[in-house]
């Protein structure tokens, strides 16, 4: 099958581009914390830095934006907001902004986890053909994760799309999601309505039809955005293409969504079904929640199988409820010893307190009869 991603028209990425020059910041040191190493690149919201955080001594990446992003100041606070209420979570499957302030020369910058892995979007570009059904599964409910986590922090993607998802080698999966850029998008309509430039931000093939039509959104839009990536992995093929924009946006707003087995896949119908599902034009009719949207994909995957994961290493499963605490391990035998350990035995258990309540009644019966007897004797004599 021909992987015809290349020839589309309209940007789907914000892949970074390489600046040539000297940067300034290069061998600076920000906040007394952070050494900047190097340029890492540029990108339609500002440059990219990996840096040395000279107090835990990790590496992570530092990312400024151009003025305009920040000049509304309502928004640049309330992306602040949602990023740490994104970080508060200490979902494994979110890439959280960790610092965040100001330049010397003006611009704002934040600080994340740099994630060493690569994008979905390239492995969708180097594909030969559709992604297994396992290892799409996977990767859906990998993003399902991220986005339940969010959800319940009231905090919106708004731009989900292969390239905000990080495939890494981690929690003994080599295809562990991580989600770059939550809220970016919040400050790039901003951004649009400061400039006057009557642009829609996003990336149409990803957006919901209620935010091509500027409407009020919530979390179903990433979920909208989620069931294209899947039907993508499934076919590499979108449910809505066209050589402009406008004509994208017309078939999302007035056109049923296709099937993805129209556009080359081969999944069973209820895998077809959770697409469609994801992708139906009006929210109601979408999943409520990313975590029914979970719980579809997990019934998908107890019936269709799941990605492998590295040798040796059990599958990370983010954690329902407490666990339980283990019990007791057996003490270990002398160093040398052959003899077996001895057996756990249990200890009795004790009566129910029923039971103890009438042997304390019956002995108090006894006493009493007993000293009726003595007193009735003592009258005799």
């Known amino acids: 099958m021909r992987n015809s991603r290349s020839q589309r028209s309209l940007p789907a990425r914000t892949t970074l581009v390489e600046v040539s020059g ?74 959280a902004v960790q610092d965040f302030g100001d330049l010397d020369d003006g611009r704002s910058y934040y600080v994340m986890e740099l994630a060493d892995g690569v994008t979905l979007d390239a492995v969708l570009d180097e594909a030969d053909g559709p992604l297994p059904l396992a290892r799409a599964l996977h990767i859906a409910r990998g993003v399902a994760h991220a986005l339940e986590a969010a959800h319940a922090a009231k905090v919106v993607h708004r731009d989900l799309k292969p390239d905000n998802v990080l495939l890494v080698v981690e929690h003994g999966q080599t295809d562990f999601v991580k989600i770059v850029d939550f809220g970016l998008a919040l400050m790039m309509n901003a951004a649009v309505r400061i400039t006057g430039r009557g642009e829609l931000v996003g990336s149409p093939y990803y957006m919901s039809p209620e935010q091509c039509a500027d409407e009020a959104i919530d979390g179903r839009a990433d979920i909208y955005a989620l069931g294209v990536i899947l039907f993508e992995m499934l076919s590499l093929e979108l449910p809505h293409d066209g050589d402009s924009m406008v004509k994208v946006l017309q078939s999302k707003l007035r056109e049923a969504p296709p099937s993805p087995n129209d556009k080359g896949a081969d999944v069973p119908p209820d895998v077809e079904a959770v697409v469609l599902k994801c992708l139906a034009r009006s929210p109601a009719d979408r999943f409520a929640s990313a975590a029914a949207l979970g719980s579809a994909l997990d019934a998908l995957i107890a019936e269709h199988g799941d990605a492998p994961v590295a040798a040796g290493v059990p599958r990370f499963r983010a954690p329902t409820s407490t666990p339980p605490i283990p019990a007791a391990a057996p003490p270990a035998s002398a160093p040398g010893s052959t003899a077996p350990p001895e057996p756990i035995r249990e200890s009795p258990a004790p009566p129910p307190p029923s039971a103890g309540r009438a042997a304390i009644l019956l002995g108090i019966f006894v006493a009493a009869a007993a000293l009726a007897g003595l007193l009735a004797w003592v009258l005799r004599g």
């Open 22 to 95: 000297e940067d300034w910041l290069v061998g600076k040191v920000i906040a007394d914390r952070y050494r900047v190493e190097r340029v890492l690149g540029e990108g339609g919201m500002g440059r990219v830095y990996e840096v040395s955080d000279t107090t835990f001594h990790r590496r992570l990446v530092l990312k400024t934006l151009l003025p305009g992003l920040t000049d509304d100041k309502t928004v640049w606070p309330r992306f602040l907001r949602e990023a740490r209420a994104a970080a508060d979570l200490g979902s494994p499957h979110i890439v």
